[in-house]
């Protein structure tokens, strides 16, 4: 099955500074990789992702780029602010038929942004 | 993100006692997934259904059963067999289909045994 790597575990950066979490993933097959944001007592929020089919996707303050050859993709956060505080999950599936994905998540990035 | 519920918020099983979290949706979502969450570990796929009455088992699996009788309901039973049912439990749901791969989670349940 797929196996997906996250790191930093955690990241501390000052307010302002980009910060950035890297993910490697092991299944050729996974073509779909999104981010979810979980803020402390809340639920997983998806934030941005990505296809196999592009290299890069922005909205706002937030990118994602994939490199399929390497297998491994980046969560880029630029100008960060402190309500970026959170714990960000990276995940990556292949198409499972019957427009399902069962992703295999990554073991968190504990960011932290300092005022 | 309204729109599913899962209770109740904590739970606490005594030895030998199976216990069934809840998870209800009114999003009209064909798919419905359990996670379980520990620190430092993400998220891991207990179980997942993608249509009514019919259900797969996930990466982790064992001490877990899941039914799926409505559209709406996919409740979890953490039973004897798990040995560490300590943890965060998380439901999601998503509507099926390409480029509808979005989870909507629940709030979670906190699950601790006595």
């Known amino acids: 099955g797929e196996n997906v790597e996250q790191h930093p575990s955690t990241l501390s950066v000052q307010e302002g500074d980009s910060a950035v979490i890297k993910c490697t993933y092991s299944d050729s097959a996974s073509n779909y990789f999104p981010w979810y944001k979980q803020e402390l007592g809340k639920r997983p929020q998806l934030i941005i992702d990505i296809r196999s089919n592009v290299g890069e996707k922005k909205d706002q303050r937030i990118a994602v780029t994939l490199n399929k050859t390497a297998k491994h993709f980046s969560l880029h956060i630029t100008e960060t602010q402190p309500e970026d505080s959170a714990v960000y999950f990276c995940?990556?599936?292949?198409?499972?038929?019957?427009?399902?994905?069962?992703?295999?998540f990554g073991k968190g990035t504990k960011l932290s942004v300092i005022p | 993100d309204g729109g599913i519920t899962q209770s109740p918020k904590y739970l606490f099983r005594k030895e030998g006692q199976n216990v069934t979290l809840s998870c209800e949706q009114n999003l009209n979502h064909d798919a419905m997934y359990w996670y379980r969450q520990d620190p430092g570990q993400g998220l891991r796929l207990i179980y997942y259904s993608q249509i009514v009455n019919d259900f797969q088992k996930g990466d982790i699996a064992e001490g877990y059963s899941v039914s799926r009788e409505k559209k709406e309901s996919f409740p979890l039973t953490v039973t004897s067999a798990q040995k560490n049912p300590t943890a965060f439990y998380l439901c999601?749901?998503?509507?099926?289909?390409?480029?509808?791969?979005?989870?909507?989670f629940g709030s979670g349940t906190q699950l601790s045994v006595l």
């Open positions: 995940a990556a599936s292949p198409y499972s038929g019957a427009g399902s994905y069962q992703l295999t």
């Open positions: 999601a749901s998503s509507p099926q289909g390409n480029g509808n791969e979005k989870l909507f």
